[in-house]
């Protein structure tokens, strides 16, 4: 936090923003030049295809080549977006553990001083432990329809 704030005084995030803008800029215009070049290759490939072919099977040849190119990126992203939605949903329930545990880890002493917090401690943790208890007898072929959270 003191590094931060050091930091915030000496100018230092400050040249690092217009650092991280001009790198922004740089990587637009070259991207932007990249694009037209590749425009450009594009146009002189279809004007050699048409001097080889004509100019109707030129553009038949193109067009073809960029909708099976489509087709092949949408495939490969339909068949890549399972595993990364199930590395998202697992890194979204370990952060919310994260969390959890942090949270009940800064409010243990102040439950800890009270003579309630003990019984404010076992509730809960009895009731996990009892749903746990539960989830481990249930049949695997059976779906506890009335837990929201296994939705």
């Given at each position: 936090m ?9 100018g ?35 004007i ?23 087709l092949?990126?949408l ?15 697992q ?19 102040t ?10 401690l076992?509730?809960?943790?009895l ?25």
């Amino acid at each position: 936090m003191l590094a931060l704030l050091a930091s915030l005084a000496s100018g230092e995030t400050v040249l690092a923003l217009k650092r991280a803008r001009r790198m922004a800029t740089v990587y637009l215009i070259a991207i932007i030049t990249g694009s037209i070049g590749a425009g450009f290759m594009v146009g002189a490939a279809y004007i050699w295809t048409a001097r080889k072919l004509g100019s109707l099977e030129a553009a038949l040849v193109f067009g073809a080549v960029f909708i099976v190119s489509a087709l092949i990126i949408l495939l490969v992203y339909k068949l890549t977006s399972g595993p990364r939605a199930r590395r998202a949903s697992q890194q979204r329930k370990s952060d919310l553990t994260a969390f959890a545990t942090a949270a009940g880890i800064a409010v243990l002493p102040t439950l800890l001083r009270r003579p309630v917090g003990v019984t404010a401690l076992l509730v809960p943790g009895l009731a996990v432990i009892a749903y746990a208890i539960y989830r481990e007898n249930m049949r695997k072929g059976d779906k506890d329809d009335t837990n929201p959270l296994d939705r």
